[in-house]
């Protein structure tokens, strides 16, 4: 992979949306913590975006980040209040608070840069000074929000101070992203079928010749993920579909159906009970999360043993759930994903996981590349946990049986009124929460079911769907008289942010 952007993150709530900006733009991207680069290879950077920081950032470590380890010749963009560390890097500038004394700041030392005044009306080639891109080649931009656009010859560094990206309808605007993309003179896109040739060569040049095993859920990121190394290696994967009790109603039997003619070879292992013995006792989300990825790598560990020269797991990891896995500067962690660590110690195999850099959308795009059925390719996201967070407090067998037959009404009623296709998640959620009712003249006390349903791009950002009423009439009768247990449904309206998409 090469032309590769990579973005620092301060813990701006928008880093991720910038990163899907650049996508969108077909820019190849990274998102590193300020204070975790790891072991970058430079010679595939063309450069590097600093995000906002944020007014909680801890001003002992805004320092943290290597700056010795950029090359002075890497183009470096920063946004808002990242021009703290502009001011920092350049002795000559003087800063102390941006709102107040930026004029004085820029006044200081006028030589280095031009800003210019009338910017709203003035193409970005008017805009930016002294830089060595052809200004013919540079696009017009003209933002109500935008504040100021300074370039930094010495130190070869734009600084961008305008809004960028409040949600996710915003980050199909590409102007913000082709800025960067003329002025880093990034030439090479990121396609889908040059992501599919690179990855096929990756996953070869990483197993070699030993096998790689995988769990095959039905789900998106898992089929994706499975055709791909499949392609690559072939005969070398072997899929397992694992029935943990907690998939959809009669999920293991579409799973097996679906896949019959993909030429993956695939075992099924029931686990059930096993899966129900875990959890007995357990409500916290967390360790619900840790235990159902630890078993699952546990199975794996048994599967392998049966298997000669097995030195590899499969997973359809993807990059949002490295990014909510992370916690910036302190801060807590939005969740824990079954895939991404949180692992057994006793884990023998090498994590292969093709699509680990991947949002949602661009996996879907390349499934459709390699051909993949639309049935599988456009499915719902489903949560690698599956029920065992859409059971809220400790899970049980009945209370899985409970929301199977209700989340089944759910799905089966959005296919019949045209709606799931103008859904991008629905999920139904059995809360620890029992109220009185009444069914056939008899008095109940019972759960309460609460259906989501969200439109999204990638899953990190989400806004709740308005479901006509008459569909939400229908499905709480339906559900309320057919499935015994639920005597009370509820209507999620939470966008996400604040509220996750899944409730736990």
């Known amino acids: 992979m090469t032309d590769k952007v990579i973005i620092i993150d301060f813990g701006a709530v928008n880093t991720q949306l910038i990163a899907r ?120 931009y003209e933002d109500e929000s935008t504040d100021a656009l300074s370039y930094f010859p010495e130190l ?129 989300p967390e360790e619900k999360r840790k235990i159902i990825g630890g078993l699952f790598i546990e199975l794996f560990q048994e599967e392998a043993d049966k298997v000669a020269d097995v030195a590899f797991l499969g997973q359809g990891t993807i990059y949002p759930d490295i990014i909510e896995s992370l916690a910036i500067d302190g801060s807590a962690k939005i969740k824990s994903h079954h895939n991404v660590g949180g692992l057994p110690d006793f884990m023998k195999l090498e994590l292969v996981e093709p699509l680990k850099y991947l949002f949602k959308d661009e996996v879907r795009n390349i499934g459709r590349a390699l051909g993949i059925a639309p049935n599988l390719v456009d499915r719902h996201p489903f949560p690698g946990p599956g029920l065992g ?27 019949e009124w045209g709606l799931y296709q103008k859904v991008w998640q629905a999920a139904a959620i059995l809360l620890p929460v029992q109220s009185v009712g009444s069914k056939d003249g008899k008095r109940t006390y019972e759960y309460t079911l609460a259906i989501r349903a969200v439109n999204s791009i990638d899953g990190m950002t989400a806004e709740w769907i308005h479901l006509p009423y008459e569909f939400l009439n229908a499905l709480s009768e339906k559900i309320i008289h057919e499935v015994e247990g639920i005597n009370r449904v509820v209507y999620d309206i939470s966008n996400k942010p604040p509220a996750t998409i899944e409730w736990e």
């Open 21 to 140: 900006a650049l996508r969108n733009a077909q820019i190849y991207c990274e998102i590193y913590p300020y204070n975790n680069q790891g072991d970058l290879d430079w010679s595939e950077i063309k450069a590097v975006v600093f995000s906002a920081i944020p007014e909680q950032f801890s001003d002992k470590n805004r320092g943290a980040f290597s700056w010795n380890s950029i090359p002075e010749n890497i183009v470096k963009f920063y946004i808002g209040s990242s021009f703290q560390l502009v001011a920092e890097k350049s002795k000559n500038l003087k800063y102390q608070n941006l709102k107040n004394e930026i004029e004085q700041a820029l006044i200081l030392k006028t030589e280095e840069f031009t800003l210019c005044s009338d910017w709203k009306k003035a193409p970005l080639a008017q805009l930016v000074k002294n830089n060595t891109t052809d200004a013919q080649t540079l696009i017009s």
């Open 156 to 284: 070869q560094a734009y600084w961008f101070n305008f809004a960028l990206y409040a949600n996710e309808i915003e980050v199909q605007d590409t102007c913000f992203a082709r800025m960067i993309k003329n002025l880093a003179k990034i030439e090479e896109e990121f396609t889908a079928e040059k992501f599919i040739a690179n990855a096929i060569d990756a996953i070869r040049k990483q197993v070699g010749s030993k096998k790689v095993i995988m769990a095959i859920s039905g789900g998106v990121d898992s089929t994706v993920a499975a055709h791909l190394i499949h392609k690559a290696i072939g005969n070398q994967l072997y899929c397992f579909f694992v029935d943990t009790g907690l998939m959809r109603k009669n999920e293991g039997e579409k799973v097996l159906k679906n896949y019959q003619n993909s030429g993956l070879n695939i075992n099924a292992i029931a686990a059930s009970s096993r899966y129900f013995e875990a959890l007995k006792g357990i409500s916290s």
């Open 389 to 415: 967070i859409r059971i809220l407090g400790e899970v049980t067998e009945k209370k899985a049986k409970i929301l199977q037959e209700a989340d089944a009404i759910f799905i089966e009623l959005l296919e």
